[in-house]
């Protein structure tokens, strides 16, 4: 009997949901995906925070066992799902883990904090009508120009972060990067390192993260 699918509760719109859509997909793991409307505070709910108690999305249901933390999540279905899909996203030993791991723990804590700064200020205040911060998106640039000297650095040097071979590294910075890229005007942080904008280039041309793109124009389905 087949395996029962995979449960992923949030939109594909958010960048930690879309993290975890891209290495499903990049592991040809049959999944089910709960796309609540967070503008709604559906994930605040007492339900959805038995299972994610920082009322946050994502959540992924596995058989009995429940998750939370997008890079968690995906560690965990790389290691469970190790033989099928892309093998090796995240290694097959423990020093490939060990390397893929430091990316993956750069992207949560150097790159992603400034890059998260500048998307709120840069895509999300006007929308929301905020007023920008000057000083905050200078200060950001500056540290994510930093980051990305360190990137276009290593891969000067290796095709992909961990090596020669795409891996969760690479994958985990597609939903912010993607976002920058497509929803303000600082595209040159990235494309003014070459090494950076080859890199992008063959990330974000992977068939899953193709794919994630698409679920991200759709319309939620309804819920009852
Ligand atoms: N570190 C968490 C971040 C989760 C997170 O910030 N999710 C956002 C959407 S991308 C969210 O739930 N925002 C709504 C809220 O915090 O109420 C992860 O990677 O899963």
Not at 31 to 41: A, D, E, H, Y
Not at 53 to 76: H, K, M, N, W
Not at 205 to 220: A, F
Request: proline share 7%; aromatic share 10%; hydrophobic share 40%.
């Amino acid at each position: 009997m087949a395996a029962a699918p995979v449960t992923v509760y949030g939109p594909p719109l958010s960048a930690a949901v879309s993290r975890v859509l891209a290495c499903l997909l990049e592991k040809d793991v049959p999944f089910q995906l709960v796309p609540f409307n967070i503008i709604k505070g559906e994930h605040k709910k007492p339900d959805y925070l038995k299972i994610q108690p920082f009322g946050q999305v994502p959540a992924f249901q596995d058989e009995s066992i429940t998750l939370f933390e997008s890079r968690a999540i995906a560690r965990y279905v790389c290691d469970k799902y190790a033989n099928q899909g892309t093998k090796g996203l995240f290694g097959t030993n423990p020093l490939e883990k060990a390397s893929i791991d430091q990316w993956v723990e750069a992207e949560g804590q150097s790159f992603n904090p400034p890059i998260s700064v500048l998307l709120f200020q840069l895509a999300f205040a006007p929308r929301m009508k905020i007023k920008q911060d000057e000083n905050l998106i200078q200060e950001n640039e500056t540290k994510l120009a930093k980051v990305l000297d360190v990137y276009d650095k290593t891969l000067g040097e290796s095709k992909y972060l961990a090596g020669d071979d795409f891996t969760l590294a690479d994958l985990s910075h597609l939903p912010s990067t993607h976002y920058l890229l497509n929803s303000t005007d600082r595209g040159e942080l990235f494309m003014s390192r070459k090494n950076v904008e080859r890199w992008w280039g063959e990330i974000s041309g992977r068939e899953s993260w193709k794919k994630v793109v698409e679920m991200q124009k759709s319309p939620p389905p309804r819920r009852a």
